[in-house]
C-alpha cells in the first residue's frame, strides 16, 4: 500500500480513511465507496468498527440495506452530497 504523504511512516491509509467515514457519520453525508473487488456502495455511514464500517443505502426495489465493509479493503471513498441537517455547516 502507498504512504499517504500527510501521515508519519508506518501508520498508511486505513487513518485517513477512518477520519473521511468519521466526518462523513458525522456531517450525515451521502458517500460512496470502492472497493478493490471493484464493488462500490452508496449510502451513509452508520457505524465503523476498528475494522469495518457500515454503509446503509436505500433502494427503490429492496428497501433499505446494510452493508459491512472492510476498511482495510477500501481504495476511495466520493462525497456525494454536502452536510446534511445536524451536521456540520459547510465553512
Do not use: K, Y
Request: aromatic residues 4%; negative net charge.
Amino acid at each position: 500500500m502507498t504512504q499517504d504523504p500527510f501521515e508519519p511512516p508506518g501508520t498508511g491509509l486505513i487513518t485517513s480513511w477512518i477520519a473521511l467515514l468519521d466526518n462523513a457519520r458525522h456531517e450525515n453525508r451521502v458517500i460512496s465507496v470502492r472497493l478493490l473487488s471493484g464493488d462500490c456502495f452508496t449510502g451513509h455511514v452508520t457505524r465503523r468498527g476498528d475494522s469495518v464500517v457500515t454503509v446503509e443505502s436505500s433502494e427503490r426495489t429492496s428497501g433499505v440495506r446494510e452493508h459491512n465493509l472492510a476498511i482495510s479493503a477500501i481504495v476511495s471513498i466520493t462525497f456525494e452530497s454536502p452536510p446534511g441537517p445536524g451536521g456540520a455547516s459547510p465553512a
